[in-house]
């Protein structure tokens, strides 16, 4: 672009050059320049690997529900899965050196916030270049079918590729769904991190096992594994989890939310398969109806408080009960409807004067379909529905258990004889009852055995002593009669001995039987859907697992999940009626198949009784030691362990071993730690004690990961990343290293930051604009009278005061502004620069980036020229990051291009780092598999101490782990951190 253009567009510019908006818009345009040339040029694989998804990117992060890098991704991966895979489902192998050309040449987009791109678009472009040399991989992904008879499968794969209901699902589109998965780039949701860090870890990095996985749980509907003799199965998880759906949001009643909820793509997706909007209205009109239902759903959403938190899924649910004109009552009501009325809308149709309620189930029916077809479209968007599902199969794994009695369903059960209201103690009573019962009928036997045997030996001595033949006669008569007699109360008293035998032993032979017919029958799996418990957003929740129940059927399609205590009841109900001819028939019950009967007619009637459930409970929390809730089924919501559902940490160790089918838990280093230096020594000594054969392989391999873990989150440690791999490779001392190498650099950084008052003037201002508008006014006029020069650390205690101690800087019991938030600023904007150095800043920046030719620094100087006198309109100073948006900007503007083959966010921020213009590059270690953050040690710049952060890929912005300083300071050492330092443990 043209100078005299660029000074155009920048006189026409209506915000700062400090404003987000400023790169932003700039951006936009220069997409829409490329986009033009794009549709003139007419190539359709360059247009797919260059799509910037601008309007859509840009909507997304002024709603800020969901991350716009998920959705770039999984648009992507979508759209050039259904290029790859032809309709009759071959792969178009011809295709891919193209693509791989275009993707490399459009690798990395330099758009806002793209630097959390890159590693989605490197991930691509490494599954599309194995699909070009590796041909097993392509023979792998041909032999994948589409699913038989397993209609959860067959949803998946429509989710997958948002497939309308009623096409049927072929072999294409099941190649096409598993593509996108392995294209799509795997993150954690809240409570899955157990399972994530190894699914990651699998997906990346060992495709053939990924492929392999995926090709049995679509034709088998499950996951094997064997080791130690046993086999472990589990079945595909029928959920992909909740997406962003349970993303709280803080309104304040009475204000336009900052985040402007009306424009997210996702909830305009959801809106319309709700019905609550029409679909083909243009972009413009949806965003006006969104906003017109949401801002009535949040006039009416917990009336009379003054702030709420609300999240998407509550926000679909009350736009569309306002649609079809419902309450939560309504929904209530409906779901308590007689299970045994069939067709029950109807019937209460025909009843005279009862039109309205049958209108509200009509509309309470329809609600269910709805909403669930509104949750679908709004995850679709940031989720791959296949790879997810994949993940969470994955997931059942932490919970395997060869042996029953270790399950939760066991504990309440209570086939102890000594635990009231429990099976055991109905089996046991009935038994006693029937043993006593033989044991007085053997006594009996016994006592009439014996008066007729004295009289059949007096008879033998009458035979003997007989005085005539015919007295001998007479008396042998009597005496055959007795004998007989006798003979069959013996055969009696002998069958009724043997009978008590087999009662004496029957109560463990019953337990036995179960004990191995129950797994049969019922499985714990995860849930991905459970969201019992809350917790913080960097804070892993407990891992929901539930019950499911088989019937008895090994297609998993068939197999139910356990949502509550009638589900419950019906399921034990349903196993012990199943299994009663299988019981009966078994060498145990032989010759009192009839009293066995009436023991399981027993067990059934006590698991009717309310008795069970309420003592299930008791045993659920002795089991667990947790505290018994009085009376709890009427206080259900105050459990969280329930003999159906329940929450656990979820074992990674466990999964580990399952999953990899090894029989012994993973080899693993750990400890607690008492400082954030402490933790980064024990990490790189970690690494330097490991065999020289495992180091080669992190040295060749940057992104190669190992399984690690906090006390609270498991994730991916990266020793292959340039300053970790650096710093095991030194034989200095670990500490000295660190702290001359990162800790002394950082520090020194930060003590030479000096704030003139121009400076600090214009560092309150940036504050200002990163609090709510209602409280901007009382921040400036609080900080009115700030004078004087001000090191960083001084600066930050005068602004951290007032939010902590000033009401009028505060919103209920929280300040506006945390000190995390504080410090996460100053780390981005940090050090400020005079206006007047910016054309020398971005020089020095440029001339140091790969790939820019002489022609277009000369351009760039150019526009520079132009930059300045607007740059000059606003304050006196600028931001770090302003900088690197400049730069960024100016970039896009003279090449006209807004995707290159060099990552210029990464250098960017290096040379900005390496030339003093940013804060020193933060000590990166791991991948979070959050979102979009990695972990890595920084040196605040508000107090020079080093700290854990999350931090961007480049490392120019970040947050501080604040609410782990738990695991951080040595006040909990009941758990460590800790590292699976054997790879090929858990690497096929």
């Known amino acids: 672009m043209e100078a005299d253009k660029i000074e155009q567009l920048l006189s026409e510019m209506e915000v700062s050059i400090e404003d987000p908006r400023f790169f932003q818009t700039l951006f936009a345009i220069t997409a829409n320049l490329r986009k033009h040339r794009d549709v003139r040029d007419g190539d359709n694989l360059r247009k797919v690997c260059a799509e910037e998804y601008e309007e859509l990117s840009r909507r997304m992060d002024r709603s800020r529900i969901q991350e716009s890098c998920s959705a770039r991704n999984i648009l992507r991966t979508r759209r050039l899965a259904n290029l790859l895979i032809s309709e009759d489902g071959e792969i178009n192998i011809s295709l891919l050196p193209i693509l791989i050309k275009h993707l490399k040449t459009y690798l990395y987009s330099i758009g806002p916030d793209r630097q959390y791109d890159s590693k989605r678009q490197e991930h691509i472009l490494h599954v599309l270049s194995l699909l070009n040399t590796n041909k097993e991989l392509v023979i792998l992904l041909k032999s994948i079918s589409r699913p038989y008879q397993h209609k959860y499968a067959d949803q998946i794969i429509r989710d997958t590729l948002q497939l309308d209901p ?8 099941a190649r096409r769904a598993v593509l996108s998965a392995w294209m799509s780039y795997l993150r954690q949701n809240v409570g899955s991190c157990f399972a994530t860090a190894p699914a990651i870890l699998v997906q990346a990095e060992q495709p053939e096992l990924f492929l392999t996985d995926i090709r049995e749980i679509l034709s088998t509907g499950r996951l094997k594994r064997t080791f130690g003799g046993i086999e472990y199965s589990v079945p595909l998880s029928t959920s992909w989890g909740a997406g962003e759906l349970k993303k709280q949001f803080f309104v304040v009643r009475g204000e336009e939310p900052s985040f402007q909820f009306w424009l997210s793509p996702s909830l305009t997706a959801a809106f319309e398969k709700g019905g609550i909007l029409a679909e083909g209205i243009s972009i413009q009109r949806k965003a006006q109806k969104s906003k017109q239902i949401i801002l009535k759903v949040l006039h009416h959403f917990q009336e009379g408080k003054p702030y709420f938190l609300i999240s998407p899924e509550e926000l679909i649910r009350e736009a569309l009960l306002l649609h079809l004109g419902l309450t939560l009552q309504d929904l209530i009501n409906y779901e308590n409807r007689s299970k045994g009325m069939f067709h029950g809308s109807l019937v209460i149709q025909n009843v005279p004067g009862e039109k309205s309620r049958g209108t509200k189930a009509h509309a309470a029916a329809q609600f269910f379909t709805r909403f669930e077809n509104a949750k679908s479209a709004f995850k679709a968007l940031t989720d ?7 993940e969470f199969t994955l997931a059942s794994f932490a919970e395997t258990k060869a042996n029953f009695t270790r399950w939760n369903l066991y504990a309440s059960l209570g086939f102890a004889p000594e635990e009231g209201g429990g099976i055991g103690h109905a089996i046991y009573s009935l038994i006693k009852t029937k043993l006593d019962e033989s044991n007085l009928k053997v006594q009996e036997y016994q006592s009439e055995y014996e008066v007729l045997f004295t009289q059949v030996k007096y008879l033998e001595s009458r035979i003997k002593n007989a005085s005539t033949e015919q007295e001998v006669k007479w008396i042998k ?3 055959q009669s007795k004998a007989n007699e006798l003979s069959v109360l013996q055969e009696l008293r002998d069958e009724a001995h043997l009978k008590a035998r087999r009662f004496a032993d029957l109560f463990q032979s019953l337990v036995d039987m179960y004990d191995i017919l129950f797994p049969t029958y019922f499985q714990e799996v995860y849930d991905a859907d459970m969201h019992d418990v809350t917790t913080g957003p960097y804070d892993d929740s407990p891992a929901g697992f539930r019950l499911l ?6 297609n998993t399609a068939q197999w139910t999940q356990i949502q509550n205590q009638d589900e419950f009841i019906d399921a034990l109900v349903a196993f012990f009626i199943a299994t009663e001819s299988e019981i009966r028939s078994s060498p145990a019950a032989e010759g009192i198949d009839r009293e066995v009967s ?18 299930a409970f008791y045993r659920m929390a002795i089991a667990h030691n947790t505290r018994i809730i009085k009376d709890p089924l009427n206080h259900l919501e105050q459990i969280e362990k329930k003999p159906w559902v329940y929450t656990s940490g979820g074992s990674m160790s466990t999964l580990v071993s399952a999953y990899f089918a090894r029989e012994q838990k993973p080899t693993e280093v750990s400890r607690w730690v008492e400082s954030p230096m402490e933790l980064l020594v024990f990490l790189v000594d970690s690494i330097k004690q490991l065999p020289p054969k495992i180091q080669e392989e992190y040295e060749k391999a940057q992104n190669k990961s190992m399984l690690m873990h906090s006390p609270t989150h498991a994730f991916l440690l990266k020793p292959g990343y340039p300053t970790f791999k650096q710093s095991w490779h030194e034989e200095t001392y670990t500490y000295i290293w660190l702290r001359d190498n990162f800790l002394k650099i950082g520090q020194n950084f930060v003590e030479s930051i000096l704030l003139d008052e121009e400076a600090v003037s214009t560092l309150l201002e940036l504050v200002a604009l990163q609090l709510p508008p209602s409280h901007r006014h009382y921040f400036r006029k609080t900080f009115a009278h700030l004078y004087g020069r001000k090191g960083v650390a001084e600066l930050r205690n005068l602004l951290l005061h007032p939010f902590e101690s000033d009401r009028g800087l505060r919103l209920g019991n929280r300040p506006v502004f945390s000190a995390e938030e504080l410090d996460s600023y100053l780390y981005t904007a940090l050090p400020l620069f005079p206006v007047y150095q910016l054309e020398q800043r971005v020089l020095e920046i440029m001339q140091k980036l790969p790939g820019l030719s002489l022609t277009v620094l000369k351009k760039i100087k150019t526009a520079l020229e132009k930059f300045d006198p607007f740059a000059r309109r606003g304050r006196s100073h600028l931001s770090a990051r302003a900088l690197q948006e400049i730069c960024k900007a100016i970039l896009c503007l003279v090449t006209e291009n807004t995707a290159f083959p060099y990552d210029y966010h990464k250098h960017i921020g290096r040379a900005a780092q390496e030339l003093g213009y940013a804060m020193p590059l933060p000590f990166i270690f791991a991948d979070t598999n959050w979102i979009k953050e990695e972990f890595g040690f920084v040196v605040n710049p ?15 912005t970040g947050a501080p782990m604040k609410s782990w300083e738990m695991w951080l300071n040595g006040t909990r050492k009941d758990l460590d951190w800790g590292i699976y330092t054997r790879p090929y443990e858990y690497y096929k």
């Open 598 to 615: 009436e023991i399981i007619s027993a067990i059934v009637a006590q698991i009717r009784t309310r008795e069970f459930l309420e003592t």
């Open 166 to 173: 009623q096409v049927a699902v072929t072999d294409a589109h």
């Open 549 to 554: 129940f088989k019937h008895g059927r090994s």
């Open 942 to 956: 508000g107090t020079a101490a080093i700290e854990l952060w999350r931090v961007d890929p480049i490392g120019t």
């Open 384 to 390: 791959n529905a296949l790879l997810k599902s994949w």
């Open 477 to 479: 008569v009597e005496y």
